[in-house]
């Protein structure tokens, strides 16, 4: 039995992709379903960045730190 098909083998995961992301953008958008700004998406996405190059920059300093004061001791 062949699996059923809405429109085209190609163009069904499109349309899904399509519509998901749609309502994605309709449910952060309308007024009833907003999120407050502070929780929309993109507020998450730039503190998440934040949060990330705040801990890579403590780290690649904590490693500079460790390679200065090991390059003290041997030279």
């Known amino acids: 039995m062949p699996t059923p098909v809405l429109l085209s083998r190609g163009l069904d995961p499109v349309l899904g992709i ?16 907003a999120p407050p ?7 998450l996405v730039q ?3 934040a949060k990330w190059k705040r801990e890579r920059e403590e780290k ?5 730190r460790e390679a200065d004061s090991s390059s003290r001791v041997v030279g």
């Open 18 to 33: 399509f519509t998901g992301f749609f309502a994605y953008y309709l449910h952060e958008t309308h007024p009833r379903t």
């Open 47 to 49: 503190w998440k960045w």
């Open 37 to 43: 700004p502070d929780k929309q998406l993109a507020a």
């Open 60 to 64: 690649l300093n904590a490693l500079e």
